[in-house]
């Protein structure tokens, strides 16, 4: 799977009906059921986790040419990967529209509108949507796409350049929260200043490594500092009477977050999901012969309501297929954990549960404890998916004080780690020299500790890699 991995996910997309890539629109595909649902309950979670703080509004999907093209340094950043709408019917438009690539120039054009006093501050919205990027780079389904289907953008306001710089933090730990749910491991750094998003004054980012070591950054935080305020006249009076530029940050997610569930749990048996997403957290597999049928499918259907009355996904395959047939698809599924109940069982009152990450089989007697022994089950299952990919990290990130060693470290799957000066040319040049991109600041280098091109004194440990 490490050695195939863009053919493994190619293939489980379609295998397990997550999305069908035969549009005829490169770089747009359509979401299927079972990945349908994958979506739905991750942006259940990332709704729930925003909404404690944060309040959910909606954008039109067009934004006027004037207004995109008034902050230099975003429109620069985005020019050529807009979409543009030139005609209604059979009328030229007087003005074209673009398709949002994301919705900076759409929002603050009316947060100028609502933003009179401080008491209007903070403003934290968020909307969930989908954006156009006429992406040029190799595209690929959920990880480079031309439609994001499910753009997460939350868009924030504020008095002043500390609660701007909090709210970042808050940011984090939002998508560390979120991230956790799904046991997906991470690493956040501070984006070069070469890769800071457009019209912003830094950027941090949550990369993780893919199976076959290249790294795909997740989410973006951006701290805009007062440049969009100044393009778009975004002001309030504060106490003193004054009138002052609002400070803004924004935050994104995309489809990449389902890429990575799939991508970073998967194996060569199929998907791994964790129980927060997966469309069914049990599946009951009933192992049917001719005598004793009915009393089997009975239990069965006890069982499944006595766990749905606590709130999980259960589903009885009751296909009449071979049983072994089931398991394997419901292994490619990636459903947590299976219960099979057959004749025998039902004599001695057990139900068989088997864990899809281990594949290991428990006996769970059907008395009082089960519920509770299928949520230990699921969560010792959840925890194990998330230790193993937090282990394949730390196990894939190496440190190397030569230069000339980063690109077999790479090579060979990993990211790589170094001290750095912090000087811009410099980190361009060991990018050039190696063929790699900085992914960003990880931390203050250690005492004493010297840069790998320069030899001058390190500011920065670093993060470089091969990146999706
Ligand atoms: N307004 C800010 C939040 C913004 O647009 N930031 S961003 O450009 O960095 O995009 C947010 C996230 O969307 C990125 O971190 C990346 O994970 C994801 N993303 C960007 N382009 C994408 C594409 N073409 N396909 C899938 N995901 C993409
Ligand atoms: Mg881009």
């Known amino acids: 799977m490490v050695e195939n991995f863009s053919e493994w996910f190619h ?15 490169k770089g747009m595909a359509i979401w299927m059921p ?3 649902k994958i979506r739905k309950y991750m942006l259940e979670r990332i709704k729930e986790l925003l909404d404690k703080d944060h309040e959910e509004v909606l954008f039109p999907l067009l934004v006027p040419e004037a207004e995109l093209a008034k902050e230099g340094e975003h ?13 209604g019917g059979r009328n030229d438009l007087n ?11 759409a929002i ?32 690929r389904p959920l990880i480079r796409v031309r439609e994001i289907t499910t753009f997460k953008e939350a868009h924030t306001a504020h008095a002043t350049k500390e609660e701007s710089d909090e709210q970042i933090n808050d940011f984090i730990n939002i998508y560390k929260e ?11 750094s501070k984006r070069p200043s070469w890769d800071t998003f457009p019209g912003a004054d830094y950027t941090m980012a949550f990369d993780a490594i893919m199976p076959d070591g290249k790294t795909l950054q997740i989410g973006t935080i951006h701290n805009l500092g007062q440049t969009f305020a100044k393009t778009f006249d975004i002001k309030f009076e504060d106490k003193d009477g004054e009138h002052k530029y609002v400070y803004q940050t924004c935050a994104g997610l995309s489809d990449r977050v389902v890429a990575s569930i799939i991508g970073i749990h998967g194996d060569e048996k199929g998907l791994r999901l964790p129980s927060l997403v997966s469309p069914n ?28 009355k606590e709130g999980l996904r259960v589903n009885i395959d009751d296909r009449d297929i071979r049983p072994g047939k089931k398991f394997y698809d419901w292994e490619l599924k990636g459903t947590p954990l299976k219960l099979e109940i057959g004749p025998r069982d039902l004599k001695n009152n057990v139900t068989i549960a088997m864990r899809r990450d281990d594949g290991e089989k428990v006996e769970i007697p059907l008395d009082d404890d089960l519920t509770d022994n299928v949520f230990k089950l699921l969560n010792a299952y959840d925890e194990d998916l998330s230790d193993s990919a937090w282990s394949f990290q730390s196990e894939h990130v190496k440190f190397t004080d030569n230069i000339d060693e980063i690109a077999d470290l790479i090579e060979d799957g990993n990211v790589v780690s170094f001290n750095w000066c912090g000087d811009d040319a410099v980190g361009k040049e060991i990018e050039e020299k190696t063929g790699y991109d900085i992914l960003g600041i990880y931390r203050d280098a250690d005492e004493g500790s ?19």
């Not at 429109?75 to 005609?87: A, C, I, L, M, S």
């Not at 008491?119 to 919205?125: A, C, G, R, V």
């Open 75 to 87: 429109v620069k950043g985005f020019e050529d990967e807009v979409y543009w709408v030139t005609r």
């Open 108 to 139: 603050y054009p009316m947060y100028a509108l609502w933003i009179r006093s401080h008491i209007d501050l903070p403003i934290k919205y968020y909307q969930i949507v989908n954006t156009f990027r006429y992406e040029t780079k190799h595209t």
């Open 11 to 25: 293939d489980i997309l379609e295998e397990a009906n997550i999305t069908d890539s035969r549009y005829p629109i």
């Open 281 to 308: 957290q049990i599946t009951i597999i009933p192992i049917l012969f001719k005598k004793g049928k009915e009393e089997v499918m009975n239990k069965c259907a006890e069982l499944k309501e006595t766990l749905e």
């Open 34 to 36: 079972y990945g349908f």
């Open 450 to 468: 010297k840069c790998i091109l320069t030899g001058n004194d390190a500011k920065y440990l670093t993060l470089i890699a091969k990146t999706y």
């Open 178 to 188: 979120f991230l956790d749910s799904l046991g997906i491991p991470y690493m956040i």
């Open 95 to 105: 003005e074209k529209l673009a398709l949002r690539p994301t919705s900076e120039t």
